[in-house]
Every structure is written in structure tokens, then in C-alpha cells.
């Protein structure tokens, strides 16, 4: 059973530029979460969609931002980057909003 | 808005011996997870606690939950270098049918000889 793809897996932007980063969640799972990881904050939620709908999101200004497609694949996009905005994000997939996550690999994030 | 703190946040750990590490959370939920992560890595699924006084085991790993307590162990029997790793717990959270996990900082296991 495949599991949870998140492309691309490093890339590097310039601040003001946009990045948009994909997650294909494990086949049968209909919610996506997106994190945001770095060693001074940790692990932080951004959002989660459940069948095309954000559900829930997390404390990031509105240049975060993110979409669900019927089959469940996700994008998220940050506007404008910031240095600060260099991180690991990581996608994670649950068949429902209150089952188990399985993580993918990450997109690493590097804003110059 | 919830906390959850782990500690310690690193641990050097002699091959061979016990451990145990805590997480503690400060609101109330009966769902906790443990995840693994090397260097470099994602973040590997190790345990689900779903009810109070759940205790799950996994080779040299056991994991409890005490939801009165609000706390978190993970217990380390006789440890070996392949355990090196940063452990996170995370505290599931519902408003209606949303839920998000809040993880702790990660306590960053070093097994040495």
C-alpha cells in the first residue's frame, strides 16, 4: 500500500516568491493535514481539508493557504515568501478527521 | 489554548538500561500519539492511546496513557543504539468533528555504549 507523497521534496525560493507543494494522501483517506516544521517552533498545524472542505486551521497568516481535490490529492500555497517561511512541511493523511495520521516525507522549504 | 511539554527534551541513554519519558498535556483529550523521527526524516506512526489507562507495547517500547494525570510515558527496556531517534507526542484535540494534533518540542533520544 503506497503511502502518503509529498512533492517536491526540497526546493528553493526567494523571498517574495510563491510555492505551491502537493501531498497525495494514502488511497481511501479523505482528510489531509498540513504541518509546518522548525527547530524553533516545532511542529505546527496549518490546516486540514476533509472532502474538498478546510475543516480546520491553524494560527498562520492568511498567505498560507491550501485546497483538497475530489480525489482527496491536496495542495498548499504560501504567498510572498518570508525567510521565516523556510521549513519542512509535512502532509499526513487519516481515512477520517479522528483516525491515525501517516505522514509523508516532507517538502523542505528554503526562502533566500 | 493547549500545552503539551515533554521532558526531558534530550536524553542520553547507556545501552542496556531502562528509561522512561514523559508527556504531559494541559487540557482534556483521550486520544494521544508517539511518533518517531530520524534526521532528516517524517514522522513515524509508533503508538495511538485512545482511552484512559491505554498501554501499548512495541519490542523494547511501551507507551501509557493517564487522562486524569494528563500525562504521557514512554518506557525504554534496555536500550539500544537503533532507538536514537527525536520522539514526539501529540495531543488530538475536537471542535465538533475537526480535530488537530499539537505535538510537544520532542524529547531527542541518544543511545551510546
Known amino acids: 500500500k503506497a503511502g502518503v507523497t509529498q512533492t517536491p521534496r526540497y526546493l528553493i525560493k526567494t523571498r517574495g516568491q510563491q510555492v505551491t507543494l502537493s501531498c497525495s494522501p494514502i488511497s481511501g483517506h479523505r482528510s489531509v493535514s498540513w504541518y509546518q516544521q522548525t527547530p524553533g517552533q516545532g511542529l505546527q498545524f496549518l490546516f486540514e481539508?476533509?472532502?474538498?472542505?478546510?475543516?480546520n486551521k491553524g494560527n498562520f497568516p492568511g498567505r498560507f493557504s491550501g485546497r483538497q481535490f475530489s480525489n482527496s490529492r491536496s495542495e498548499m500555497n504560501v504567498s510572498t515568501l518570508e525567510l521565516g517561511d523556510s521549513a519542512l512541511y509535512l502532509c499526513?493523511?487519516?481515512?477520517?478527521?479522528?483516525?491515525?495520521?501517516?505522514f509523508g516525507e516532507g517538502s523542505r522549504l528554503t526562502v533566500l | 489554548e493547549l500545552k503539551v511539554e515533554q521532558n526531558p527534551l534530550f536524553l542520553s541513554m547507556q545501552e542496556g538500561k531502562n528509561y522512561t519519558i514523559y508527556c504531559n498535556y494541559s487540557?482534556?483529550?483521550?486520544?494521544l500519539y508517539w511518533y518517531r523521527q530520524d534526521p532528516g526524516k517524517s514522522l513515524e506512526s509508533l503508538f495511538v492511546?485512545?482511552?484512559?489507562?491505554a498501554v501499548k507495547q512495541e519490542g523494547r517500547l511501551m507507551a501509557s496513557l493517564d487522562t486524569k494525570a494528563r500525562l504521557s510515558t514512554l518506557h525504554i527496556t534496555a536500550a539500544v543504539h537503533d532507538l536514537s531517534a527525536t520522539y514526539f507526542c501529540?495531543?488530538?484535540?475536537?471542535?465538533?468533528?475537526?480535530?488537530?494534533?499539537?505535538f510537544g518540542k520532542g524529547i531527542t533520544l541518544s543511545v551510546r555504549p
Open positions: 499526513a493523511s487519516s481515512y477520517d478527521s479522528t483516525g491515525e495520521l501517516f
Open positions: 492511546l485512545l482511552s484512559n489507562g
Open positions: 501529540a495531543v488530538a484535540t475536537y471542535t465538533g468533528a475537526n480535530s488537530k494534533l499539537t
Open positions: 487540557t482534556t483529550s483521550d486520544r
Open positions: 481539508y476533509f472532502s474538498e472542505t478546510q475543516r
